[in-house]
């Protein structure tokens, strides 16, 4: 029997194996929190609240012990605001945190300019009060943006306060 073809065949209930591994319920939930490091917390929840319309849900503190202790910090005391985007059992934590400190990486112009998390994207029910309060807190759009991109929907980008893009989607009205 040809070799290649052996560690194809033995290779494939490894690789159906591994995404089978996903499907079979290790997550007790399907949502993701995201923890964000911004450099000046009140202007981020103002862009986050106000802007964006996320609630505040709650607050936490890891002290300097527990921030060394779970490898989070190196004894580094911090608070975290968790916001979230909606009200049920699987809405989206936003979780913000600050250091007090500026970003060290370069601010972004576009997505291919930095590695790591770039962008998140809100799907609304209509643009219309997401482009009023862009306006009124005079944070730009992006690109040509909006822009149609199939159906009623139209692609609007923006970035928040520490330069990470958000994208919302969704019809004009």
Known sequence: MNYRILLVLLGLPLFFGSRALAQTG????????????????????????????????????????????????????VTITVLRLGEGKTATDWKLMSFGKPATHPAQKH????TGM???TLNVRSLKPFLQRLKENNIPLLGETPIPIGGDNHFVLVQDPDGIFVELIGPLE
Do not use: C, H, W
């Open 26 to 77: 290790e997550f007790s939930s399907d949502t993701i929190s995201v923890g964000v490091v911004v450099s000046d917390l009140d202007r981020s929840l103002r862009f986050y609240t106000n802007v964006l319309g996320m609630k505040k849900a709650s607050a936490f503190t890891v002290d300097a012990a527990g921030g060394k202790r779970t490898g989070l910090t190196d004894g580094v005391p």
């Open 111 to 114: 997505i291919q300019d930095d």
């Open 118 to 120: 770039q962008y998140i």
